[in-house]
């Protein structure tokens, strides 16, 4: 019985169903006895949880499977990778470290060591040196880039007097429609120019929407630029007619992540008081070294450029107001019942997110059905239930809220009796 739901499992895996294979491990877990036949379930299971970012939820299956069979290697490899995703690095690498010595032939587990090693050594560097920040802008960090020199055949995209502009923009998306790459002098000119803007803004923006003027608020996206594409062929491009918010998680995944954040970017200097964007956990440095975003920058630019968006990450806003009435974030609520919009306009956000507190959970947390809070099954940020979403509603003076985060299968759902809405814009997204 056991045997035969892990093999439906595992096509459900295959099929990128992970909903369902982990409803199909978690049967066979309950019918399996044997303590090597539970390891690999539980193993499997952690896999499946992983790739839907429920990390909490992967980190104890990990250890379920180390404890049922404290030999079997894929207990360690998935409890390294979980660790990872929750910025664990030093306690992964205990873990890299014995897969290698057991399995030395393991090219992928020498591999995860040696990028897991590095992170080690440069947050032990970064600390060590580490003395009153210089808060430098990327502008003052990179004056020279009039110096840098276009070639002759570059026939892409141009800057105009160094602006973003229509044409500018036009132009940039059929190119990236033809995959092909900006010129590195007008990517690092859009990045220091859409920094020096978000340097202005608040960590919580208020957002004025006119009666007669629709808004349209869109979830994560995941480098899928031809669905990015999709969304502004259906609902129309950028304009100040047509204004956006683009709720987090930009990149990471997708195989365009470069293309489609500086589509952002550049719409976001064209139109800064319609066209906005949020932060979401992706638009981290231990998500982006985890699900691509980092590599993809490095194999179409290089190592400056993604510190270079880094430092851009750490100034994007965290939510915005909508009218004073809906509050839009990436994440969800708080493990705190007395949070105010005025607490969250005072977070100070220029740095990589805490493990926990208010800026974690704006990017972190999700609705739960059941009243009060619970445990994340990513292991960061709450689970927070209709209670809580209401109460913060009331004490806010607040309609609803809306967040992303979530993948759902027609790309937006209601919870809470409408009051938490969850929007998300990558189709296709396992």
Not at 86 to 108: N, T
């Amino acid at each position: 019985m056991a045997d035969q739901l892990k093999n439906e499992a595992n096509e459900c895996f295959k099929k990128k169903d992970f909903s369902k294979a982990i409803e199909l491990y978690t049967k066979a877990i309950e019918v399996e006895s044997d303590g090597k036949k539970l390891a690999v379930l539980y193993a499997n299971r952690s896999f499946s949880h992983l790739k839907q970012e429920s990390f909490g939820y992967a980190l104890t299956d990990a250890q379920a499977a180390i404890k049922s069979d404290p030999t079997y290697l894929k207990g360690y490899y998935r409890r390294a990778a979980s660790l990872v995703a929750l910025g664990k690095f030093k306690q992964a690498l205990a873990d890299y470290d014995l897969v290698c010595k057991r399995c030395p032939s393991d090219e992928d587990a020498k591999t995860k060591f040696t990028e897991c090693n590095k992170m080690v050594k440069k947050i032990a560097f970064e600390k060590a040196i580490a003395v009153e920040k210089v808060d430098k802008t990327l502008s003052e960090l990179f004056k020279d880039l009039d110096s840098i020199a276009i070639e002759e055949d570059y026939t892409g995209p141009k800057l105009e007097d160094g602006k973003v502009t229509v044409k500018f923009m036009e132009d940039l998306l059929e190119w990236y429609r033809q995959q092909k790459k900006l010129h590195r002098k007008y990517a690092y000119k859009i990045l220091c120019d859409v920094e020096n803007y978000f340097r202005t803004q608040p960590s919580l923006v208020d957002v004025t929407i006119p009666d007669d003027k629709k808004f349209t608020v869109c979830g994560d996206i995941h480098g899928q630029f031809y669905d990015l594409l999709n969304i502004f062929t259906i609902n129309g491009l950028p304009s100040t007619e047509n204004p956006y918010l683009f709720n987090g998680d930009f990149v990471d995944r997708g195989s365009f992540s470069v293309e489609c954040i500086f589509t952002l970017f550049g719409f976001k200097l064209l139109y800064p008081d319609h066209f906005y964007m949020a932060r979401g956990n992706h638009e981290t440095i231990n998500m982006n070294q985890m699900y691509g975003f980092t590599g993809e920058v490095l194999a179409k630019y290089n190592s400056t450029m993604a510190d270079m968006f880094t430092q851009v990450y750490n100034w994007l806003p965290l939510c915005h107001c909508l009218n004073k009435r809906v509050l839009c974030m990436h994440g969800g609520l708080f493990s705190n019942d007395n949070v105010k919009l005025d607490d969250i306009r005072k977070i100070e956000r220029n740095r990589q997110p805490p493990e926990e507190g208010t800026f974690c959970e704006l990017l972190w947390s999700d609705p739960q059905n059941l009243p009060g809070r619970g445990p994340s099954k990513r292991g960061v940020g709450i689970q927070f239930g209709p209670d809580i979403t209401f109460k913060f509603l009331l004490n806010n003076k607040l309609d609803y809220v809306i967040r992303s985060h979530e993948v759902k299968d027609s790309g937006y759902e209601e919870a809470h009796d409408g009051k938490c809405i969850t929007v998300f814009s990558a189709p296709n997204y396992w």
